[in-house]
Nanobody
Framework: QVQLRESGGGSVQAGGSLRLSCEFS????????MAWFRQAPGKDREGVAF????????YYTDSVQGRFALSQEKTKTALYLQMNTLKPEDTGTYYC??????????????????WGQGTQVTVSS
């Protein structure tokens, strides 16, 4: 069973920064691709940032491009999402998710098979 543990959420004012962490085992990293999703109150869950292993290629949804950045622990047991210049519309529950390496390029919520418990991010204006 894949275990993903998020941390790092909190409350900040607009313009502030947070760094989210997603921890997992090395075995998980070797079999899955990881991504970050978020869900705002009353809205559908959406993909935020995606990492392709090997190439290290990253993809960000347009609304966070230039403000959010993925990085990885050297031991490859954690994936970080650095969030800068936060806006009130970034408020939501952020989830780390995993998908089989056979489907790494997918950005569809319903194709990700394993999810963390989520961490809350609240940005006030």
């Amino acid at each position: 069973q894949v275990q993903l543990r998020e941390s790092g959420g909190g409350s900040v004012q607009a313009g502030g920064s947070l760094r989210l962490s997603c921890e997992f085992s090395e075995a998980t990293w070797n079999k899955y691709c990881m991504a970050w999703f978020r869900q705002a109150p009353g809205k559908d869950r959406e993909g935020v940032a995606f990492l392709l292993p090997g190439s290290g290629t990253t993809y960000y949804t347009d609304s966070v491009q230039g403000r959010f950045a993925l990085s990885q622990e050297k031991t490859k047991t954690a994936l970080y999402l650095q969030m800068n210049t936060l806006k009130p519309e970034d408020t939501g529950t952020y989830y780390c998710a995993a998908i089989s390496r056979l489907r790494c390029t997918s950005r569809k919520v319903n194709e990700y098979t394993d999810w963390g418990q989520g961490t809350q991010v609240t940005v006030s204006s």
